[in-house]
T-cell receptor, first 116, second 115 residues
Framework: AQKITQTQPGMFVQEKEAVTLDCTYD???????LFWYKQPSSGEMIFLIY??????QNATEGRYSLNFQKARKSANLVISASQLGDSAMYFC?????????????FGSGTQLTVLP | GAGVSQSPSNKVTEKGKDVELRCDPI?????LYWYRQRLGQGLEFLIY????????KSGLPSDRFSAERTGESVSTLTIQRTQQEDSAVYLC?????????????FGAGTRLSVL
């Protein structure tokens, strides 16, 4: 089974509107972390936001927020007030376990295009 | 430098040749990771190093792949007898061990093309 599922290969949004990128995950661990990264056409992976499994509040970082629904195992990224520079590939990732460095498992990504 | 540095940025090689890819992590980051990204796909974990512990090599696809790290600094990923299916972008990341989420920060990657 896929550990990270991103069901939207491509999304379009009008500039200044909000958009939600979906991510569901599968793990039997109680302790885990969820991450979103942005990958522009230049190729670099840019960290956006992190949510720990024990965090009771949804994470927010500027225009990014993570809609964390633990019972449904979903961690959707919400981008408010979209900008043309938000056009990029977005990856959801999970780190299972805690207490030390662990590798990330990535989804297949969502290509977001912001329209003027 | 402030970020993760990878070199070369691009590498073109012939099938059967060996290649070495280099990663210089963020200063003070004790964990270092290598991932591979094939065209249009997500990242696949290859290997990670954490301090002086034995590396986790569970993601290496074959024995043609190996990696080394000197202390808590530079790492080299070596691919021997390259094959066309090795063509991909190889990304390196580093993180602290203790810290919120062990957030991994990535370099710009090395784009490997095997002809």
């Amino acid at each position: 089974a896929q550990k990270i599922t991103q069901t939207q290969p491509g999304m379009f949004v009008q500039e200044k509107e909000a958009v939600t990128l979906d991510c569901t995950y599968d793990t039997s661990d109680q302790s885990y972390g969820l991450f979103w990264y942005k990958q522009p056409s230049s190729g670099e992976m840019i960290f956006l936001i992190y949510q720990g499994s024990y965090d009771e509040q949804n994470a927010t970082e500027g225009r990014y927020s993570l809609n964390f629904q633990k019972a449904r195992k979903s961690a959707n990224l919400v981008i408010s007030a979209s900008q043309l520079g938000d056009s990029a590939m977005y990856f959801c990732a999970m780190r299972e376990g805690s207490g030390s460095a662990r590798q990330l498992t990535f989804g297949s990504g969502t290509q977001l295009t912001v329209l003027p | 430098g402030a970020g993760v540095s990878q070199s070369p940025s691009n590498k073109v090689t012939e099938k059967g040749k060996d290649v070495e890819l280099r990663c210089d992590p963020i200063s003070g980051h004790t964990a270092l990771y290598w991932y591979r990204q094939r065209l249009g796909q997500g990242l696949e974990f290859l290997i990670y190093f954490q301090g002086n512990s034995a590396p986790d090599k569970s993601g290496l696809p074959s024995d043609r792949f190996s990696a080394e790290r000197t202390g808590e600094s530079v790492s080299t990923l070596t691919i021997q007898r390259t094959q066309q299916e090795d063509s991909a972008v190889y990304l390196c990341a580093s993180s602290e061990i203790m810290g919120l989420g062990n957030i991994q920060y990535f370099g710009a990657g090395t784009r490997l093309s095997v002809l």
